[in-house]
């Protein structure tokens, strides 16, 4: 026996005699609740705490969300005279360029050593005694420019660093639960690829990222953790380095908190290196 | 021994707009840059490797030595 649809249900369906069926002329606007369908859809906007704390990569925003976003106080942007400073070894040091919404920094002539700013501790949104709670999202940005007029050797190395320990100031990659961005030169003046470097605790992770800056174009960079353990480097907007060994849980020492700028002399080089840091902020919760 | 001094003014905050600061050289004549500086507006230290004699500039500038080391 052979069954013939001779008016498939589909047809017609601006003429659904169902009350209960949607009709293409109402545009949906016949859904019991709006947001429970974008709930239902995977679509839901973004709660005030989601916009705050950047836990979502898909969520999407509203006007209201995202002005509570860029309210967001766990964004900083230190004022200048806030950042201490620290140098270490001839002809080291460090400025704040009336011009500039940034500072100078220059690394020693003929020595080992280093020039640095730094602010912290950070001040937490959320309470982790004394420390910046890793298993939230966290970052910092900034934009870096190299002028020409200074050339850069190969023995300094430029960071940003995010968690370094309070008690003490050093150079060099994060020795506790940290994220940085650093990068040095290949020869004399010839910079080299970002380096993305991660500690969770436990050890140190470095991945060289597939952007090399240019003397005398600036950048920007920032750096992101979700709080899992995922952290990406951005250069310019695009992602150019990711590792998932970053930190991903609360403790260690009290104060590993800095937000630092510096040029290190690693080795005993023959004249001075340069760069400018400018914008800086930072992103803790 | 390394002896850190710590410079604080009485008055003001300080300029930490320039580091080292230039009055470090001031208070130390025979610093030259090698050693560590740490500043902020409220403080400088400054470690040298052996004990020196600041010089004195009045009242409002006080130096000391710090016997631990600290930020």
């Known amino acids: 026996m052979s069954i013939y649809i001779t008016q498939p249900d589909n047809v017609g369906i601006t003429v659904e005699s169902d009350p209960n069926a949607l009709k293409i002329a109402s545009n949906l606007s016949d859904l019991a609740s709006a947001p429970t369908a974008r709930t239902n859809l995977g679509v839901a906007y973004a709660t005030n705490d989601q916009a705050l704390t950047g836990t979502s990569q898909t969520t999407t925003l509203n006007p209201l969300t995202s002005i509570i976003s860029q309210m967001n106080t766990n964004v900083i942007q230190p004022n200048l005279a806030q950042f201490a400073a620290s140098t270490s070894g001839a002809g080291a040091a460090t400025s704040i360029p009336s011009t500039s919404a940034g500072f100078a920094l220059t690394s020693p002539t003929v020595a080992v050593g280093y020039a640095i700013r730094y602010v912290g501790p950070l001040v937490n949104g959320v309470a982790i005694t004394g420390n910046i709670q890793w298993t939230r999202p966290a970052g910092f940005c900034a934009r870096l420019v190299n002028p020409n007029f200074n050339t850069f050797q190969t023995q300094a190395v430029a960071r940003v660093s995010l968690g370094k320990q309070d008690v003490s100031i050093y150079a060099g990659p994060p020795t506790a639960r940290g994220i940085a961005v650093s990068y040095g030169a290949s020869v004399t003046s010839v910079l080299s690829a970002l380096i993305l470097e991660v500690h969770d605790g436990t050890s140190l992770t470095t991945v060289t990222s597939s952007f090399t800056p240019t003397m005398n174009l600036s950048f920007d960079i920032a750096v992101y953790s979700d709080g899992l353990g995922n952290v990406t480097l951005y250069a310019n907007g695009t992602q150019v380095a990711t590792t998932s060994a970053g930190p991903s849980t609360n403790g260690g020492g009290t104060y590993e908190t800095k937000l630092m700028a510096e040029i290190h002399n690693t080795s005993t080089a023959t004249q001075t290196s340069y760069v400018r840091v400018e914008n800086i902020k930072y992103f803790v919760n | ?71």
């Open chain 2, 1 to 71: 021994m390394k002896t850190t001094y710590r410079i604080t003014y009485l008055l003001g905050l300080m300029d930490n707009s320039i580091c080292p600061p230039p009055v470090v050289s001031v208070i130390f004549p025979s610093f030259d840059g090698s050693q560590l500086v740490i500043s902020d507006q409220s403080k400088i230290l400054v470690t040298f490797a052996t004990a020196q004699t600041p010089v004195d500039l009045g009242a409002l500038v006080k130096v000391e030595e710090v016997v631990t080391e600290s930020e």
